[in-house]
């Protein structure tokens, strides 16, 4: 099976930006949407964003809503989650992951990728 592979993260200051992105070799049909996770020690993992790789829609957590922004490169099988104004509580290891329905939690995914650390210092 398929495995996204997330990359971009990093150390940066509060209020600074990061561009994560995470990509497949391939991709099912059952793979109509593609997410952003993050996790916490003693957090369970929480959803970030969310897209439909064919039409775009978009859907973001509270928590970043208007500070996140994800996209999908079709060419290049490449999902991106752009991140401004970050905050310390942004901290996590952010993972990437597939599912064939719209999902708002870690219920649903078929498929995760490796995670990618991101440190906000204040």
């Known amino acids: 099976r398929f495995s996204w592979q997330a990359s971009g993260g990093g150390l940066v200051q509060a209020g600074g930006s990061l561009r994560l992105s995470c990509a497949l070799s391939?991709?099912?049909?059952?793979?109509?949407?593609m997410n952003w996770f993050r996790h916490t020690p003693g957090k369970e993992r929480e959803f970030v964003a969310g897209i439909k790789w064919r039409e775009g829609t978009k859907t973001y957590a509270d928590s970043v809503k208007g500070r996140f922004t994800i996209s999908r490169d079709g060419a290049r099988m490449t999902v991106y989650l752009q991140m401004n104004s970050l905050k310390p509580e942004d901290t996590a290891v952010y993972y990437c992951?597939?599912?064939?329905?719209?999902?708002?939690?870690?219920?649903?995914?078929?498929?995760w990728g490796q995670g990618t650390l991101v440190t906000v210092s204040s």
């Open positions: 992951a597939t599912s064939s329905r719209a999902v708002s939690s870690a219920v649903g995914v078929r498929s």
């Open positions: 391939g991709l099912t049909t059952s793979d109509n949407f």
